[in-house]
T-cell receptor
Framework: DAGVTQSPTHLIKTRGQQVTLRCSPKSGHDTVSWYQQALGQGPQFIFQYYEEEERQRGNFPDRFSGHQFPNYSSELNVNALLLGDSALYLC?????????????FGPGTRLLVL | AQKVTQAQTEISVVEKEDVTLDCVYETRDTTYYLFWYKQPPSGELVFLIRRNSFDEQNEISGRYSWNFQKSTSSFNFTITASQVVDSAVYFCALSEADNAGKSTFGDGTTLTVKP
């Protein structure tokens, strides 16, 4: 039973560029959330997708957008990259949208913006 | 607004010592969920435990135990007879029933277990 997978594992971009990160949820899970984890900090919630719609959003600018596909996989897009966007981006999946469901995390994508 | 505080930034112990990681939370909801995750150097967050606000029973799983006290808004994690493999960053997280799927994390406690 495959867990949450993310690609790529590492990425280097320059300021102003755009990036797309990808996530496949754990088998049987239909809800995907994205988190940003800066160095030395806890993960910060970006947004959540369920039934191909953004259901909740954290305190992130519109430069951060996403998408969920019919097979429940998801993409995170970041436009006009800033140096401060350098972080570990974590994808988490859960079996339902219900509150309190345990989220299972992928290994993350390490993004470095130069 | 929900908030999680892990006051201990770093803890260092010698193998076989017991260690307790503190977690204090804030929420206005009466129904909420608390979690602990372990993050080894590889970066992947590993789920350890989930507790809902109506269940204050302490839990033990092998060398791990958790003490949930609503009166002090705390959900502390104890590792008994620590091992080098326990070295990692540990995160406490809170999820409110009214904000399904959005977890608020503390800033983590880095645990180093020395042989």
């Amino acid at each position: 039973d495959a867990g949450v997978t993310q690609s790529p594992t590492h990425l280097i971009k320059t300021r102003g560029q755009q990036v797309t990160l990808r996530c496949s949820p754990k088998s049987g899970h239909d809800t995907v959330s994205w988190y940003q984890q800066a160095l030395g900090q806890g993960p910060q919630f970006i947004f959540q997708y369920y039934e191909e719609e953004e259901r909740q959003r954290g305190n992130f600018p519109d430069r951060f957008s996403g998408h969920q596909f019919p097979n429940y996989s998801s993409e995170l897009n970041v436009n006009a990259l800033l140096l401060g966007d350098s972080a570990l981006y974590l994808c988490a999946s859960s079996p339902t949208l219900a509150g309190g469901e345990t989220q299972y995390f992928g290994p993350g994508t390490r993004l470095l913006v130069l | 607004a929900q908030k999680v505080t892990q006051a201990q930034t770093e803890i260092s112990v010698v193998e076989k010592e017991d260690v307790t990681l503190d977690c204090v939370y804030e929420t206005r909801d009466t129904t909420y969920y608390l979690f602990w995750y372990k993050q080894p150097p590889s970066g992947e967050l590993v789920f350890l435990i989930r507790r809902n606000s109506f269940d204050e029973q302490n839990e033990i799983s092998g060398r791990y135990s958790w003490n949930f006290q609503k009166s002090t808004s705390s959900f502390n994690f104890t590792i008994t007879a620590s091992q080098v493999v326990d070295s990692a960053v540990y995160f406490c997280a809170l999820s409110e029933a009214d904000n399904a799927g959005k977890s608020t994390f503390g800033d983590g406690t880095t645990l180093t277990v020395k042989p």
